[in-house]
């Protein structure tokens, strides 16, 4: 019998304790509490492995639900994401926690007009106090400040200096679970943000550029540096394990483009290996028919060269709430699976960005693959115009109107 009809449902009563395993293994049976199932699976027995390199999206609003602290710093941990691309407003409402700020579950239903009269912000069901963004932004702008942030630098170094210094602050404050910039400050694991400016983080750098700071965020070297560690992928330096890359999706939106158009980056612009990612694992509510990059699907991908043709059968998306499956996924592999060696990759940035640079300029110079021929560049021609003093255009000695 075809692998796929091979679990019988044998539906049993349920006990009055159960565990996370044996409930998603026993009663996750059909729809997309399957294809939890199947995420579940999928991680424990293939993607959480030696030589697998894991890298993660994340959007929606999962920090301020509190997951940075809860979900995410534990994955990061234990060795099960290796690398993080992430809206900004995740890393901003993360910093909330890290400051020992106060956010509250509350109602989807309150009236938002007197939430704004007494000084409230409400992230759906969530409530806090409008000060927690002013004393948030006033850490920010006093730290962004400090001598070394006054560079050009990646998202990535960005937000390793801005960890470092929440993680002070966690220590001063007694803080006793880290958040999820200063647990990938200490692991070494590298956090990008595919849209700088579009926070509450970008905008207090903004802010300081007014003052004359000189930092700037360059979306060229985040483009490097998340193909270097893609391409890096391939390498584990342990005999006889082959190297092999992930990507773990929580929604969609940007942060999912930049973290699978590593592959095109690789074989599409530079001229390297074609391969794409060999797992692709997403949960989302996006639907893939309305052409949006949220709800693309992993086969679309795979002509894109995202994904490895060969790989579909470990590609899986669940489509559900982001909140409701991360704690599950979580749970299940922090149970079933052993922590992994922190592969530390950001201290490996510069060594795989040089890798990556010495390849592409010997495929530049010996192309292993068809090279298209460069549309070829006309300047247009400029017509010189004669004008009226104010500008105005004379055509055939009339005044133009």
Same mark, same amino acid.
């Given at each position: 019998?075809?692998? #796929?009809?091979?679990?019988?449902? =044998?539906?049993?009563?349920?006990?009055?304790?159960?565990?996370?395993?044996?409930?998603?293994?026993?009663?996750?049976?059909?729809?997309?509490?399957?294809?939890?199932?199947?995420?579940?699976? #999928?991680?424990?027995?293939?993607?959480? %492995?030696?030589?697998?390199?894991? !890298?993660?999206?994340?959007?929606?609003?999962?920090?301020?639900?509190?997951?940075?602290?809860?979900?995410?710093?534990?994955?990061?941990?234990?060795?099960?994401?290796?690398?993080?691309?992430?809206?900004?407003?995740?890393?901003?409402? &993360?910093?909330?926690?890290?400051?020992?700020?106060?956010?509250?579950?509350?109602?989807?239903?309150?009236?938002?007009? @007197?939430?704004?009269?007494?000084?409230?912000?409400?992230?759906?069901?969530?409530?806090?106090?409008?000060?927690?963004?002013?004393?948030?932004?006033?850490?920010? +702008?006093?730290?962004?400040?400090?001598?070394?942030?006054?560079?050009?630098?990646?998202?990535?170094?960005?937000?390793?200096?801005?960890?470092?210094?929440? +993680?002070?602050?966690?220590?001063?404050?007694?803080? @006793?679970?880290?958040?999820?910039?200063?647990? =990938?400050?200490?692991?070494?694991?590298?956090?990008?943000?595919?849209?700088?400016?579009?926070?509450?983080?970008?905008?207090?750098?903004?802010?300081?550029?007014?003052? /004359?700071?000189?930092?700037?965020?360059?979306?060229?070297?985040?483009?490097?540096?998340? $193909?270097?560690?893609?391409?890096?992928?391939?390498?584990?330096?342990?005999?006889?394990?082959?190297?092999?890359?992930?990507?773990?999706?929580?929604?969609?939106?940007?942060?999912?483009? #930049?973290?699978? %158009?590593?592959?095109?980056?690789?074989?599409?612009?530079? !001229?390297?290996?074609?391969?794409?990612?060999?797992?692709?694992? %997403?949960?989302?509510?996006?639907?893939?028919?309305?052409? /949006?990059?949220?709800?693309?699907?992993?086969?679309?991908?795979?002509?894109? /060269?995202?994904?490895?043709?060969?790989?579909?059968?470990?590609?899986?998306?669940?489509?559900?709430?982001?909140?409701? =499956?991360?704690?599950?996924?979580?749970?299940?592999?922090?149970?079933?699976?052993?922590?992994?060696?922190?592969?530390?990759?950001?201290?490996?940035? &510069?060594?795989?960005?040089?890798?990556?640079? $010495?390849?592409?300029?010997?495929?530049?110079?010996?192309?292993?693959?068809?090279?298209?021929?460069?549309?070829?560049?006309?300047?247009?021609?400029?017509?010189?115009?004669?004008?009226?003093?104010?500008?105005?255009?004379?055509?055939? /000695?009339?005044?133009?109107?």
């Amino acid at each position: 019998m075809s692998k #796929l009809l091979s679990q019988k449902i =044998a539906p049993s009563p349920m006990p009055a304790e159960i565990g996370v395993v044996d409930l998603i293994d026993g009663y996750f049976t059909a729809y997309n509490s399957a294809r939890l199932r199947e995420i579940c699976h #999928l991680l424990s027995r293939e993607v959480m %492995q030696e030589g697998v390199t894991v !890298g993660m999206s994340l959007s929606g609003a999962m920090t301020p639900a509190g997951f940075g602290v809860s979900v995410l710093a534990p994955l990061v941990r234990n060795g099960f994401v290796d690398w993080i691309i992430s809206t900004g407003a995740n890393l901003y409402h &993360d910093i909330h926690y890290g400051l020992g700020l106060e956010l509250y579950a509350s109602s989807p239903f309150l009236d938002d007009v @007197k939430l704004r009269q007494e000084g409230r912000i409400r992230i759906y069901d969530i409530v806090f106090e409008y000060d927690v963004l002013l004393e948030t932004d006033a850490f920010l +702008r006093e730290i962004l400040k400090a001598e070394p942030f006054q560079k050009r630098m990646s998202t990535a170094e960005f937000h390793y200096l801005l960890g470092r210094y929440v +993680r002070e602050v966690e220590k001063q404050l007694g803080v @006793k679970n880290s958040c999820l910039l200063a647990t =990938a400050y200490e692991c070494g694991v590298p956090i990008y943000t595919s849209s700088p400016g579009d926070s509450s983080i970008g905008m207090n750098v903004a802010a300081i550029a007014l003052e /004359g700071s000189q930092l700037v965020l360059d979306p060229s070297l985040d483009v490097n540096e998340t $193909a270097a560690i893609a391409y890096a992928a391939r390498e584990t330096g342990i005999p006889e394990v082959e190297g092999k890359s992930a990507a773990l999706i929580i929604g969609g939106g940007s942060p999912k483009n #930049l973290l699978l %158009q590593t592959q095109p980056q690789l074989h599409e612009v530079l !001229g390297l290996e074609e391969r794409g990612h060999d797992y692709f694992i %997403q949960v989302t509510d996006a639907r893939p028919d309305t052409g /949006g990059l949220s709800g693309a699907t992993p086969s679309e991908a795979v002509s894109w /060269g995202k994904v490895d043709p060969e790989e579909l059968p470990s590609t899986i998306v669940c489509y559900t709430d982001s909140t409701i =499956a991360l704690p599950i996924m979580t749970a299940y592999v922090i149970n079933q699976c052993q922590p992994r060696p922190l592969k530390r990759l950001y201290d490996r940035r &510069d060594e795989m960005l040089a890798k990556l640079k $010495a390849d592409y300029e010997a495929a530049k110079a010996k192309p292993t693959h068809l090279v298209s021929t460069p549309i070829p560049v006309i300047e247009p021609e400029r017509e010189l115009i004669a004008t009226y003093p104010c500008g105005t255009p004379i055509r055939n /000695g009339h005044r133009k109107g």
